[in-house]
């Protein structure tokens, strides 16, 4: 199975500020990379698909990058709305996700 | 549009069995592989259950192996997820969602069906 680690667990970042969430698998996963927003007690939303492309309707300050076995998020300037909880996952070999990272306001 | 409406979770015994719904509109879901993915009150996302677009594959996690089982109604454009023996560690927010393509990652997603199994 392939291990996806997040880091770091839990990020404070002010509003406005960039912030930027790391993923790593435990092996290549290609571009089979998925980011995911949750918020409290809503269901995940998809933000970017294919490492680097972003799902429709998401925001263009949400940007994705990275291949092989490490990937990035970068939200370039954060909105309240923003704050949340953000999964990666991989769908190279059957799909495992990352333990999240929560993203604070500082 | 799309959606996923789930439904039918709620405080159960051990070893009872529930049985949750998710009905899909916007789309057929024999066009698509379908998931449950659960999640522990403040924990992460988990991989339950899965069946194809044709429903001849049908996979499930070690955990749920002989106790969940999950199908379709394609005339209802149903999904279904039955557990039976339900233990305390199946208490979960459980969610559908549907796979994009075959290998693909999850691009919609029901609202969540909480489970609680306790006595």
């Known amino acids: 199975e392939i291990v996806m680690t997040q880091s770091p667990a839990t990020l404070s970042v002010s509003p406005g500020e960039r912030a930027t969430l790391s993923c790593r698998a435990s092996q290549s996963v290609s571009s089979n990379l998925a980011w995911y927003q949750q918020k409290p007690g809503q269901a995940p939303r998809l933000l970017i698909y294919g490492a680097s492309s972003r799902a429709t309707g998401i925001p263009a300050r949400f940007s994705g990058s990275g291949s092989g076995t490490e990937f990035t998020l970068t939200i370039s300037s954060l909105q309240s709305e923003d704050f949340a909880i953000y999964y990666c996952?991989?769908?190279?070999?059957?799909?495992?996700f990352g333990q999240g990272t929560k993203l604070e306001i500082k | 549009q799309v959606q996923l409406v789930g439904s039918g979770g709620g405080v159960v015994q051990p070893g009872r069995s529930l049985r949750l719904s998710c009905a899909a509109s916007g789309f057929t879901l024999t066009n698509y592989g379908m998931y449950w993915v659960r999640q522990a009150p403040g924990k992460g996302l988990e991989w339950v259950a899965t069946?194809?677009?044709?429903?001849?594959?049908?996979d499930y996690a070690d955990f749920v192996k002989g106790r969940f089982t999950i199908s379709r109604d394609k005339f209802r454009n149903t999904l279904y997820l039955q557990m039976n023996d339900l233990r305390a560690e199946d208490t979960a927010v459980y969610y559908c969602?549907?796979?994009w393509g075959s290998g693909s990652y999850f691009d919609y997603w029901g609202q969540g069906s909480l489970v609680t199994v306790s006595s």
């Open positions: 969602a549907r796979e």
């Open positions: 996952q991989q769908y190279n070999e059957w799909k495992t």
């Open positions: 069946i194809a677009y044709d429903a001849d594959y049908k």
